[in-house]
Nanobody
Framework: QVQLLESGGGLVQAGGSLRLTCVTS????????MSWYRQAPGNERELVATLTERGISTYGDSVKGRFAITRDRLKNTAYLQMNNLKPEDTAVYYCNAVLTIGAAGRGTYWGQGTQVTVSS
């Protein structure tokens, strides 16, 4: 059974930084793609950043130059470093992974979400 477990959210002042962590657990996992999404109250879920298996990262326009997505292959862990945070970054952040799991094939998995609150 595959699980994605996020951590690292919290309350921070505008201009501050946080690092979110997403740990993938399970066996026979091959990584295809990892993304971070966020959802603020009343808004649709928004794609924040994506990292492909080739190491190519892309970002939403609102976070370019401030956020960075990385991955530690040995630890099956992905990170979202968030710098110069703004009140509009306040949201629940979700880890999303496209994985190939042994004979089960390719699938999309979600974490439970972690709250990020940025005060002005």
């Amino acid at each position: 059974q595959v699980q994605l477990l996020e951590s690292g959210g919290g309350l921070v002042q505008a201009g501050g930084s946080l690092r979110l962590t997403c740990v993938t657990s399970g066996s026979s996992i091959s990584f295809n793609e990892m993304s971070w999404y966020r959802q603020a109250p009343g808004n649709e879920r928004e794609l924040v950043a994506t990292l492909t298996e080739r190491g190519i990262s892309t970002y939403g326009d609102s976070v370019k130059g401030r956020f960075a997505i990385t991955r530690d292959r040995l630890k099956n862990t992905a990170y979202l470093q968030m710098n110069n945070l703004k009140p509009e970054d306040t949201a629940v952040y979700y880890c999303n992974a496209v994985l190939t799991i042994g004979a089960a094939g390719r699938g999309t998995y979600w974490g439970q979400g972690t709250q990020v609150t940025v005060s002005s």
